[in-house]
């Protein structure tokens, strides 16, 4: 199967700072990117999207970047909060919406 | 709403019998599914898109025969592992597309733990 990467990088934050997690995307014709959020054990969530015609998407204490140039991606939590702990996932989907790939995902650990 | 379950949530099971995995959309008609295998501290891994009523289409790398998936309703696809061996214990996620919502949107399952002796 597809995957873009085997390794987890992780990040570790203070309770109440901001954190930011970045992906680098593979393919330059996606269309959409979502970010899900996986706590251990469960299946992956759906947080916020942003299609390619934009470059910022803000939701509730969430804010997606997408820089298509350089093809990156970033998640912007504010006030991390230790509920936010969990495993962080970018993820992509071509212009024919197909099928979506995964990154390499990023843990979180937020420190009380 | 937009709920997807997977029965069952976890299996044990002995190296050379088969497995069988559900996935269902609860609230919802899910003209496609995704089944994907998620190994401990790595992404999620697509094995193969489940359309209503056709073949599954395989990722490169999965077996087919192996890995038998039937999507025969508008919600309930099935994964049956056959055969399984030591190495096929994962983590196996589910997902499914709205036929009536965005093409994009998709909602996942639980996940199934499989553990082969």
């Known amino acids: 199967g597809e995957s873009v990467g085997l390794h987890l990088p992780t990040l570790s934050v203070q309770e109440g700072d901001n954190s930011i997690i970045n992906c680098a995307y593979s393919?330059?014709?996606?269309?959409?990117f979502i970010w899900y959020k996986q706590e251990s054990g469960k299946g992956p969530q759906f947080i916020i999207d942003?299609?390619?015609?934009?470059d910022k998407r803000q939701g509730q204490r969430v804010t997606v970047l997408l820089n298509k140039t350089v093809k990156h991606l970033s998640l912007q939590i504010a006030a991390t909060q230790p509920g936010d702990s969990a495993v962080y996932f970018c993820?992509?989907?071509?212009?024919?919406?197909?099928?979506?790939?995964f990154g390499p995902g990023t843990s979180l650990s937020v420190i009380p | 709403g937009a709920v997807v379950s997977q029965h069952p949530s976890w299996v044990i099971c002995k190296s050379g019998t088969s497995v069988k995995i559900e996935c269902r959309s609860l609230?919802?008609?899910?003209?496609?599914m995704f089944w994907y295998r998620q190994f401990p501290k790595q992404s999620l891994m697509l094995m193969a898109t489940s359309n209503e009523g056709s073949k599954a289409t395989y990722e490169q790398g999965v077996e087919k025969d192996k890995f038998l998936i039937n999507h025969a309703s508008l919600t309930l696809s099935t994964l049956t592992v056959t055969s399984a061996h030591p190495e096929d214990s994962s983590f196996y996620i589910c997902?499914?597309?709205?036929?009536?919502?965005?093409?994009?949107?998709?909602?996942f399952g639980p996940g199934t733990r499989l553990l082969v002796l």
């Open positions: 997902s499914a597309r709205d036929l009536i919502l965005y093409q994009e949107t998709q909602y």
């Open positions: 393919n330059s014709a996606s269309d959409y």
């Open positions: 942003i299609r390619s015609n934009m």
């Open positions: 609230d919802f008609q899910a003209t496609t």
């Open positions: 993820a992509e989907m071509g212009t024919s919406y197909d099928k979506v790939i």
